[in-house]
């Protein structure tokens, strides 16, 4: 592996708490000692941060989806009518 997509995988075990203490111990130390490494650290936190929170975004919308397609369809009249008996009272 090229010595970038080493650091990336410390990095990603070291921010995702996974490999062994050892690892992640030396890693921290490294972190700790480099601002180049810590700027990295970062930036990947950051980064996934940002993909977790795109996640979120998509899930959301595909779930006003389905809910706007069980609300406003005729064909899901039936489910309609039991859901708001059950909020009626």
Avoid at 9 to 31: D, M, V, Y
Avoid at 52 to 70: D, T
Wanted: hydrophobic share 35%; glycine share 4%; net charge positive.
């Amino acid at each position: 592996m090229r010595t970038s997509l080493v650091e990336i995988a410390q990095i990603e075990n070291w921010l995702l708490k996974r490999g062994n203490p050892q690892g992640r111990l030396l890693t921290e130390a490294k972190i700790l000692c480099s601002p180049d490494l810590k700027e990295k650290v970062h930036l990947q936190s950051a980064s996934y941060e940002a993909i977790h929170q795109y996640g979120r975004e998509k899930l959301f919308q595909e779930i006003r989806a389905v809910e706007y397609r069980l609300f406003h369809s005729s064909k899901h009249r039936s489910f309609q009518n039991r859901i708001r008996a059950i909020f009626k009272h």
